[in-house]
């Protein structure tokens, strides 16, 4: 009887170890999954921060096309506003001489008919 104690007790020894152990490794396999679904929800998050940032990117992408389509547009725009101010600058130069020799003739004209006048008295 007492060694069948003492083998009884050597196996509840025994067991006991195994039920620590087996403890131990359910409180390490609790563990290791909270960290896995604290991981997942971390991938989760990153993949949309990612999707996002391929959106805003894009975007980005798409603003800087059209920035370039209306910058060349503008300058085009501006080339031919430019064209427009030269040629009506050529054309206002040309009226002004044009108003300058009417202005000399009017002068030669109100010379003459004063000197017409003049003989004429």
């Known amino acids: 009887m007492t060694q069948q104690l003492a083998q009884s007790e050597a196996l509840i020894h025994e067991l006991k170890q195994q039920l620590d152990a087996a403890l131990s490794a359910e409180d390490l396999l609790d563990e290791l999954t909270d960290r896995n679904l604290a991981l997942t929800e971390k991938i989760d998050e990153m ?3 990612i999707e996002d940032l391929e959106s805003l990117r894009e975007l980005n992408d798409e ?8 910058e060349r547009e503008m300058r085009e725009e501006l ?3 430019d064209s ?3 040629e009506q600058s050529k054309r206002i130069q040309t009226a002004e001489e044009t108003n300058l020799d009417y202005e000399s003739t009017i002068m030669r004209f109100r010379e003459l008919v004063l000197s017409l006048q003049k003989c004429v008295n």
């Open 47 to 49: 993949r949309t921060t």
């Open 63 to 70: 603003l800087e096309e059209n920035h370039l389509v209306q």
């Open 79 to 81: 080339e031919f506003k």
């Open 84 to 86: 427009l101010i030269r």
